[in-house]
């Protein structure tokens, strides 16, 4: 792969809207993404591995619980923060900010809001600091976008939980040390538990073969009468609400993280496109090539400037889900348009991994369907603008 000569745009001064202190995320986070990130992350994606030597450094800059209270290990930072940092990791690949968005708002935030003080301060620090990684399991092999149809249950047998089901398409599963669990009890209502590794009846099998995501593991989760121990029930919030509440905080990460990628595409394309020669001239001076690089740039702001207003909005506890959704579905539509663009700016070069475009591309067909896809995101805005609901 080429050296990472990565430059950010910042074509409407959001840097004017930043404060120092995101403005010292980023960079830390950015240069971290250069020096341990770039220079392994395409071989590790063609070989289809998740690169677990990058765990250690993830938990440093604090990219697991980026928003949770230092108390508990986390960074204790600002959403905008949070967001800003997504963005940089996704610079670099969208599976290492999948293993970081995971670990912060799909397994530290529900033990952080819905668990008991004993389950935070058990597991809380120790993921924090990446002694424990952990995966979410709320997708189903027959209920994916309708999750309420869940089939995972458990039942209530005195001294503990016996949980059976399975769970698909779950990021770290392979790997993970504990699984944030969703499942019926015996009257029908969702709950969140904690599973651990090595409980009897529990297994992970890898999912193989992925063209997208290939630098992050993905699994099943599989329960055959897995005694739970009642203590890891997540005690304060049950429902389907439960686990929607966490994939707002995650969907958030992604409309930042969408920007990264689209960035690094563009990045990408505009200097290859000053550099590279056809018919004598550098193809930056073709109409053509110019109508594709001005409308990512500009595409590219327009998500910046609704990630930093949805940032601002979430700080003071006033986004909606229904504005994170919009979010979410624009910055990542709007992120593969772009990497497909780019790629066509680099010709042949661009389906080599010699450039991260074709990576990103293929990462962020996954990244339009797992969070909720397209579609469903597009529903949730026509029943809030409507009140109808067209599922
Ligand atoms: P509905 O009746 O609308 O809602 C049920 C209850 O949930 C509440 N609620 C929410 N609460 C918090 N946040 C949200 N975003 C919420 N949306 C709804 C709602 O108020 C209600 O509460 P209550 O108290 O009245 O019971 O539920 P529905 O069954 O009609 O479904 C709605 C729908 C389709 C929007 C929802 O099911 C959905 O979002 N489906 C998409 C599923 C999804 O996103 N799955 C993601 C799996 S995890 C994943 O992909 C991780 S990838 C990780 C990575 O690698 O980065
Ligand atoms: P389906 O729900 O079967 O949808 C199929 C198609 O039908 C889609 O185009 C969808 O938009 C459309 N559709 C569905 N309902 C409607 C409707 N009402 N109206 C119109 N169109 C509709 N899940 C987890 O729980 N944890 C994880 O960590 C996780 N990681 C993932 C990692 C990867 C790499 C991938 C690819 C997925 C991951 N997922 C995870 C699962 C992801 O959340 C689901 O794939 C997603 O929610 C969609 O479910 P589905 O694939 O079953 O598609």
């Known amino acids: 792969m080429k050296p ?3 430059t950010s745009p910042d074509y409407y001064n959001l840097d004017d809207l930043l404060n120092d202190e995101h403005k010292m995320v980023r960079e830390a986070t950015r240069s971290w993404v250069k020096k341990e990130l770039s220079p392994i992350i395409e071989d590790a994606a063609q070989k289809s591995e998740f690169p677990k030597v990058l765990l250690k450094g993830l938990a440093e800059i604090g990219a697991f619980g980026p928003y949770i209270p230092e108390e508990y290990g986390g960074a204790g930072l600002d959403q905008i923060s949070y967001g800003i940092m997504m963005q940089e990791i996704e610079r670099g690949d969208s599976g290492i900010r ?7 708002s799909l397994v530290m935030y529900p033990i952080y809001a819905y668990g008991s003080e004993k389950q935070k301060k058990k597991y809380l620090p120790k993921l924090a600091s990446g002694e424990l990684i952990g995966c979410f399991g709320l997708t189903e092999p027959d209920f994916g976008s309708n999750p309420s149809g869940m089939l995972s249950n458990f039942k209530d047998e005195g001294n503990h939980y016996l949980l059976n089901g399975a769970k698909l398409w779950i990021s770290n599963a392979p790997f993970a040390d504990i699984a944030i669990v969703w499942a019926k009890n015996e009257e029908g209502r969702i709950h969140g538990l904690i599973v651990e590794r090595g409980m009897e009846g529990f297994s992970t099998p890898e999912t193989h073969n992925k063209w997208s995501l290939r630098a992050s593991a ?27 509440g966490c994939l707002d905080s995650a969907r958030y990460g992604i409309a930042w993280g969408a920007i990264g990628a689209a960035m690094d595409c563009y990045d990408t394309a505009l200097r290859y496109a000053k550099e590279r020669i056809q018919f004598g001239k550098p193809i930056a001076v ?4 110019q109508k594709k690089l001005a409308e990512m740039i500009t595409e590219i702001t327009k998500a910046q400037l609704l990630a930093w207003r949805l940032g601002s909005l979430r700080n003071e506890g006033k986004a909606t889900s229904a504005q994170i959704s919009m979010a979410k579905r624009n910055n990542v539509e709007m992120a593969l348009k772009i990497a497909r663009e780019a790629r066509q700016v680099l010709g042949a070069m661009g389906i080599t991994g010699e450039y991260s475009i074709m990576r990103h591309m293929m990462n962020l067909e996954s990244v339009v369907t797992y969070e909720g896809t397209h579609d469903i995101h597009l529903l949730i805005t026509g029943l809030d603008i409507t009140g109808h609901s067209a599922f």
Do not use: H, M, R, W
């Open 4 to 6: 990472d000569l990565f």
């Open 98 to 104: 999948s293993t970081a968005s995971v670990q912060s």
């Open 218 to 244: 993905t699994g099943e989760l599989i329960f055959n009468n897995v005694k739970i121990p009642k203590e890891n029930l997540l005690p304060n919030k049950n429902g389907l609400g439960a686990p929607l």
């Open 286 to 289: 073709k109409q053509l090539q």
